[in-house]
Structures are given as C-alpha cells and as structure tokens.
T-cell receptor, first 120, second 111 residues
Framework: GAVVSQHPSRVICKSGTSVKIECRSLDFQATTMFWYRQFPKQSLMLMATSNEGSKATYEQGVEKDKFLINHASLTLSTLTVTSAHPEDSSFYIC????????????????FGNGTRLTVT | AQSVTQLGSHVSVSEGALVLLRCNYS??????LFWYVQYPNQGLQLLLK??????LVKGINGFEAEFKKSETSFHLTKPSAHMSDAAEYFCAQAGFNKFYFGSGTKLNVKP
C-alpha cells in the first residue's frame, strides 16, 4: 500500500531556532501533500496544501513566513518551522494522495506518523 | 462548505460489545467518505472508504460502515470490540483538493 514517511518523529528545540520536518511518499508520486497540525485531544487542522513545483496554499490564519513549505519533488515536501516558540509545540502530520490513474475525489489520504515538536 | 459531524467525542464500550461511532456528512453529489483511526502519537490509518460502489463498506480490523443517503450518515460499526480497538477515530469527507475531518471520537474499551 501507499506509504508516507515523516521524519523526525520527535524533536525538541530551543526557542528561536528553526526545525525542518520531511514528508516523503515512498511508493507513489504525490503532486499534492497536506500539512496538518493537531492540538492535544483535538481534530486535525489543515495548515497548508503543498503543490509540487509551485507555492503552497495556506489556510486562513496560518503564517506563511513562520511555516515554510517546500515541495521540491513529486515525493518530498518539507515544513520548516522558523523561529520556533513554545506555542508552536504541537503534533504535525503530513499526508499525501496517490493520484495515479485515479479520480482525485475518491483517493484516500495517506498519512505520515507525525512529528511531535516541543519548543523549550 | 462541506462539513463532517461526529456525535460523541468519547465512546466507551465493554470488550466484546458492539461499537457504533456516528458520523454525519454535509450533502454533496457524490460524497466521498472515509474513516481513519489514530493511535497515540501516530498518524492516521485508513480504515475504510465509501466511493458509491456499495452502501455497506467493509474495512480493516473488522470494521464496517453503512452509507445512508436519507440520513446523510456514515456510521462506523464493529460487532465485537477488542481492547486493541481503543483509539481515536475520525470521519472525513473529501473535496477536490481538501479533506474535511470530523472532530474525532475517542473509543475506550473496558475489559
């Protein structure tokens, strides 16, 4: 099945530093990847849609300059949390859709295992 | 805009009992609906998906869901709960380039 690999699974950083999270589709090509943020005991909040070869589309209220997204290839998207602050501590999850030969509507999202970011 | 509603943020059942997790979707033609499960500190795993081929959809781990257009519902069920089913479950509806997630239901299974 479609596998999405996300690294690191857990990261602790100091306030003011930047952290990069990688999301890779291992056995399929993903023209679009999605980045979510999940607060404790809450649902997923879509942060941005990452499009290969073009700029990401950010959801309302998400700071573009703080959460930098780069979708350099059909299998890799990165999220960089710049100048991290304690309030950025959260669980970040990436996902991707395998669109090869399928309708875009009924293709499920495949999720990475998430990254637990703790900013001290 | 599309929306997904999950009734009951917490559901508790005894081991061996029926599991019923409720999901209502906003009407759209056609609806593409999914159920995901999330274990602590992990991403989401696809349980099953509805794509209009059949109203009763079977998924992994013994779960199934029934699509009822008249009720705009897509409830998730499992005849007999197992301790390993304890997790959080999310219902989702797909748009062209977005997924709309419900708020999640945490399933607790009592021994």
């Amino acid at each position: 099945g479609a596998v999405v690999s996300q690294h690191p699974s857990r990261v602790i950083c100091k306030s003011g530093t930047s952290v990069k999270i990688e999301c890779r589709s291992l056995d399929f090509q993903a023209t679009t990847m999605f980045w979510y943020r999940q607060f404790p005991k809450q649902s997923l909040m879509l942060m941005a849609t990452s499009n290969e070869g073009s700029k990401a589309t950010y959801e309302q209220g998400v700071e573009k300059d703080k959460f930098l997204i780069n979708h350099a290839s059909l299998t890799l998207s990165t999220l960089t949390v710049t100048s991290a602050h304690p309030e950025d501590s959260s669980f970040y999850i990436c996902s991707a859709r395998d669109r090869a030969g399928k309708s875009s509507y009924n293709s499920p999202l495949h999720f990475g295992n998430g990254t637990r970011l703790t900013v001290t | 805009a599309q929306s997904v509603t999950q009734l009951g943020s917490h559901v508790s059942v005894s081991e061996g009992a029926l599991v019923l997790l409720r999901c209502n979707y906003s009407s759209s033609v056609p609806p593409y609906l999914f159920w995901y499960v999330q274990y602590p500190n992990q991403g989401l795993q696809l349980l099953l998906k509805y794509t209009s081929a059949a109203t009763l959809v079977k998924g992994i781990n013994g779960f199934e869901a029934e699509f009822k257009k008249s009720e705009t519902s897509f409830h998730l069920t499992k005849p007999s709960a197992h301790m390993s089913d304890a997790a959080e479950y999310f219902c989702a509806q797909a748009g062209f380039n977005k997924f709309y997630f419900g708020s999640g239901t945490k399933l607790n299974v009592k021994p």
